[in-house]
């Protein structure tokens, strides 16, 4: 990533002298000015090397110093400490290993340097905190997804990665299921007796699940390696609409096709109605389904049929 450059202080001109894979940092000219010291990676090592101004011939010189910082976020110019070359030119005074070294250029002995250093350092006592793994209680800040019963007597929500259940308006909230995997977005049917929503395991990807509306009897509608969202079921309970999101490096699903999807509530295979939707939900007769989406910048509203017209 980073390489040497020689710039001329009369008309400004720059042009690399250094550089290509591993870098080039440090950079210390010879006395003669024949010659350029730098440090580059190669591998796992970090290696001196000397470069003949002249030819251009790059040589490793000493292998054996301590790796550079070019991986970390440090200021230009400091990814390894400075080092130079001793008046006769033969030699290089450099740090490796918490370590002074005298290193021959012509054939890459090193001899350790001797120091003594005093110095007075202020060693101060680390601050600690009682911080519980598994606490019996903690206080939650933020519930999403918020799904009210038809009646509006109940609420589900989504908190520290499962679904929980509150009587509105002073219930306790319990936990909707006792299932270990993730569970998202849910929604009531129109009946306020079941409860559709998605179960996500980092592994396999996410199923769309139906369950009564006490969190009994969930059973599995379908699953994709994809990530299932948003899922409504349909007024008289026979169908369900979901979205699955468009593949990407953090969740994944690069095989599963993304889009608008309606599924038969006792199961089946899922057909592809449109392109991904945002919040789909049926019309009150059943027969159409109502959506957003994002179209050059604009949000519209639209809706399409059972078979996607």
Not at 16 to 37: E, H, W
Not at 47 to 53: H, M, P, Q
Not at 120 to 129: L, N, V
Not at 203 to 230: C, F, N, Y
Request: no cysteine; charged share 20%; hydrophobic share 35%.
């Amino acid at each position: 990533n980073y390489a040497v450059m020689r710039r001329s202080l009369a008309s400004g001109e720059t042009e690399q002298v250094v550089g290509g894979f591993g870098g080039a940092l440090s950079p210390q000219v010879s006395p003669d000015s024949k010659k350029l010291a730098f440090v580059r990676r190669v591998k796992d090592k970090t290696v001196l090397f000397v470069s003949d101004l002249k030819s251009g011939q790059q040589t490793p010189v000493y292998a054996d110093l301590a790796r550079d910082q070019q991986a970390d976020f440090y200021q230009q110019g400091v990814y390894y400490p400075a080092f130079d070359w001793f008046p006769d030119g033969k030699s290089i005074a450099i740090w490796g290993k918490g370590k002074l070294y005298r290193v021959n250029v012509a054939n890459g002995e090193a001899s350790e340097i001797p120091f003594q250093v005093n110095s007075k350092h202020r060693i101060t006592s680390t601050p600690r905190f009682a911080d519980p793994l598994a606490p019996a209680e903690m206080e939650v800040l933020t519930a999403r997804q918020l799904a009210l019963s038809p009646d509006g007597d109940e609420l589900v929500f989504h908190a520290l990665g499962h679904l929980w259940k509150k009587t509105l308006p002073n219930g306790q909230p319990t936990r909707l299921t006792n299932a270990a995997a993730f569970e998202f977005e849910a929604s009531y049917s129109s009946s306020g007796k079941n409860i559709v929503y998605i179960e996500w395991d980092d592994e396999g990807g996410s199923s769309l699940m139906l369950a009564d509306s006490r969190g009994q009897k969930p059973k599995t509608i379908t699953s994709s390696t994809g990530v299932i969202r948003q899922p409504a079921l349909s007024p008289d309970g026979k169908t369900l609409v979901f979205v699955i999101d468009e593949p990407n490096k953090y969740m994944g699903g690069y095989r599963s096709k993304s889009g608008l999807y309606v599924v038969s509530s006792s199961g089946g295979t899922p057909r592809l109605i449109g392109a991904r939707a945002i919040a789909p939900m049926y019309s009150a007769d059943g027969k159409r389904i109502y959506f957003s989406r994002e179209e050059g910048g604009n949000t519209t509203l639209a809706s399409v049929n059972l078979d996607g017209y």
